[in-house]
């Protein structure tokens, strides 16, 4: 069964704190999307990846950065985090032709107090 | 401004029902993916429609594209309670990108 692996269900970090998410998808994908979920907002992109050391930002990169240097594996940073970072975070990978969608992960709750 | 609009965003029916949920987007797109997700989880994709015309099934759920309306339906037949989750469309605009809707809230009632 192909899947995209976040590393942490769940996370509570302070204020401040460096934290990185981690994504690891065994599909070959070519391409990688970190987005955040939040109610009433529906989902934004922060970045994606189309291929290995590159990185594209997305709608909403500000206070996020991402590390790709192996094909399968995404890595989202939050360099200082803070409280209105706490979100659900999903990461998603694609074929470069996006001919079947994306496939997402199961998702990271991210908690700054 | 790129927009993904669903509607309705919130919808409860009883069960045994058809409904239709309608996606619309303000740019041209050519593929539209259906997504759906249960509460605390993740998406799921539903079904990938890439060209006009393109119609596809699964169970009870129904979804099709009309490129040149810029619209997708996700139709439900004689809804069940298992259907109960939120469904998004996503409009693929090219450059690696996927805009999703707000997503729509489906309450199916015993």
């Known amino acids: 069964d192909v899947k995209v692996t976040q590393s942490s269900r769940y996370l509570v970090k302070r204020t401040g704190e460096k934290v990185f998410l981690e994504c690891v998808q065994d599909?070959?994908?070519?391409?990688m999307f970190w987005y955040r979920q939040d109610p009433g907002l529906g989902l934004r992109l922060i970045y994606f990846?189309?291929?290995?050391?590159?990185?594209e930002k997305g709608d909403i990169p500000e206070g996020y950065s991402v590390s790709r240097e192996k094909k399968e594996r995404f890595s989202l940073i939050l360099e200082s985090a803070s409280t209105n970072q706490t979100s659900m975070y999903l990461c998603?990978?694609?074929?470069?032709?996006?001919?079947?969608?994306?496939?997402f992960g199961s998702g990271t709750r991210l908690t700054v107090v | 401004e790129l927009k993904v609009e669903q509607n309705p965003l919130f919808l409860s029916m009883q069960e045994g029902k058809n409904y239709t949920i309608y996606c619309n987007y303000s740019?041209?797109?050519?593929?539209l993916y259906w997504y759906r997700q249960d509460p605390g989880k993740s998406l799921e994709s539903l079904f990938v429609?890439?060209?006009?015309?393109a119609v596809k099934q699964e169970g009870r759920l129904m979804a099709s594209l009309d490129t040149k309306a810029r619209l997708s339906t996700l139709h439900i037949t004689a809804a069940v309670h298992d259907l109960s989750a939120t469904y998004f469309c996503?409009?693929?605009?090219?450059?690696?990108?996927?805009?999703f809707g707000k997503g729509t809230r489906l309450h199916i009632l015993p």
């Open positions: 740019t041209t797109s050519d593929r």
């Open positions: 998603a990978s694609s074929r470069w032709d996006r001919g079947y969608g994306y496939t």
């Open positions: 996503a409009v693929d605009i090219g450059d690696d990108k996927i805009i």
């Open positions: 429609l890439l060209s006009n015309g």
């Open positions: 599909m070959d994908h070519e391409n």
């Open positions: 990846s189309y291929d290995v050391k590159m990185k």
